[in-house]
């Protein structure tokens, strides 16, 4: 009997150390305290202006000095920085990569454009709000007859050749 008790006891507190880590995580988890990713926090433009396009184009867009300054404010100096580094040096390679191989292809600052209006055939058109995008910066490719198509800017060389062929 008395063994019968010895191990009620021990299962019951291995019963009961279980339940209360689960407890313990679930707590962890939905700390109000935790910082929202970047993906969810990216602030709206000053800006309200469109941007057409009807032609072959590179759309390049980044976060103005407003919207620069607000993400500066609501994420961590290492997260910033990380992405004004990825912003300034994907977007160069991006220009670079364009102006060698598809010199046809015109570079379009949208930095002060909030909306995007790709005309893609007679009466057909495409309109994309900037501010509903999650990445802070980002480029574009459009030729008539075609969707645009956000590329990839770390992988630029094939998304040119896929896209304008």
């Not at 939905?30 to 433009?45: C, D, G, H, N, R």
């Not at 002060?112 to 980002?138: N, Q, W």
Request: proline letters at 5%; glycine letters at 4%.
């Amino acid at each position: 009997m008395r063994s019968g008790v010895i191990i009620f006891f021990l299962f019951a507190s291995v019963v009961i150390s279980c339940t209360d880590s689960k407890k313990r995580s679930t707590d962890q988890n939905t700390s109000p305290l935790k910082k929202a990713s970047p993906k969810q926090i990216k602030p709206a433009s000053g800006f309200t202006d469109t941007l057409k396009i009807n032609f072959a184009a590179a759309i390049f867009y980044a976060p103005d000095s407003a919207q620069w300054q607000k993400l500066k404010l609501v994420n961590d100096t290492m997260v910033y920085s990380s992405f004004e580094h990825d912003c300034f040096f994907q977007m160069r390679n991006a220009r670079n990569v364009i102006k060698q191989n598809f010199p046809g292809v015109r570079l379009i600052e949208a930095g002060k454009a909030r909306y995007l209006l790709f005309e893609i055939a007679e009466g057909h058109s495409r309109s994309i709000d900037l501010d509903s995008l999650a990445d802070p910066c980002g480029i574009f490719l459009f030729k008539k007859e075609k969707e645009p198509h956000p590329a990839d800017m770390t992988n630029i060389d094939t998304e040119l050749g896929f896209y304008f062929q």
